[in-house]
T-cell receptor
Framework: KNEVEQSPQNLTAQEGEFITINCSYSVGISALHWLQQHPGGGIVSLFMLSSGKKKHGRLIATINIQEKHSSLHITASHPRDSAVYICAVEGGGGSQGNLIFGKGTKLSVKP | NAGVMQNPRHLVRRRGQEARLRCSPMKGHSHVYWYRQLPEEGLKFMVYLQKENIIDESGMPKERFSAEFPKEGPSILRIQQVVRGDSAAYFC??????????????FGAGSRLTVL
């Protein structure tokens, strides 16, 4: 069993839909990261959180430490949101930056 | 602020040659991390460096791979005697504390190594 599990693996949505991507982890963590990998391969850090909730524009990330679960929400989705979204955890005995990555969720938003 | 700069973006090597990948962190960042993404696989941590120090190399293969971050100049990931299995995208990230004290990561665009 992977230490970081994401669901769904693939997600297709219509423009405007509300999207949720889930991440569960099995190790103790100091922080959880949500990353976006564009079709061209570049990676952007969306959020780093260790508790509660963060919001940036149409993106919202939440984390429940007790349940070892995080969600990434996209409101009013747009085709430009199409990308792979990756959950990664930090901690679990490792140093900072020693991330354990999920396999990613491939999101495709249709116009 | 040009962000994290990686070069080359694409590198082709024949089996047995050496590959050198360079990473210049964001201005003001003193922590550098290297990650590898094999084809059709997820990202994996390789190494964490600060200037002139390797902090955590627990993800580095035991042979042929080395990394440095000298006092002056970029961080270098060096792969000796490359094999086809080294073909991957290698991402560098750097971090420095934001106003909340958190170490937020900024990624480079990656270097794609192809071994023929």
């Amino acid at each position: 069993k992977n230490e970081v599990e994401q669901s769904p693996q693939n997600l297709t949505a219509q423009e405007g839909e509300f999207i949720t991507i889930n991440c569960s982890y099995s190790v103790g963590i100091s922080a959880l990261h949500w990353l976006q990998q564009h079709p061209g391969g570049g990676i952007v850090s969306l959020f780093m959180l260790s508790s509660g909730k963060k919001k940036h524009g149409r993106l919202i990330a939440t984390i429940n430490i007790q349940e070892k679960h995080s969600s990434l929400h996209i409101t009013a989705s747009h085709p430009r949101d199409s990308a792979v979204y990756i959950c990664a955890v930090e901690g679990g005995g490792g140093s900072q930056g020693n991330l354990i990555f999920g396999k990613g969720t491939k999101l495709s938003v249709k116009p | 602020n040009a962000g994290v700069m990686q070069n080359p973006r694409h590198l082709v090597r024949r089996r047995g040659q050496e590959a050198r990948l360079r990473c210049s962190p964001m201005k003001g960042h003193s922590h550098v991390y290297w990650y590898r993404q094999l084809p059709e696989e997820g990202l994996k941590f390789m190494v964490y460096l600060q200037k002139e120090n390797i902090i955590d190399e627990s993800g580095m293969p035991k042979e042929r791979f080395s990394a440095e971050f000298p006092k002056e100049g970029p961080s270098i990931l060096r792969i000796q005697q490359v094999v086809r299995g080294d073909s991957a995208a290698y991402f560098c990230a750097s971090s420095g504390e934001d106003i909340s004290g958190a170490n937020v990561l900024t990624f480079g665009a990656g270097s794609r190594l192809t071994v023929l």
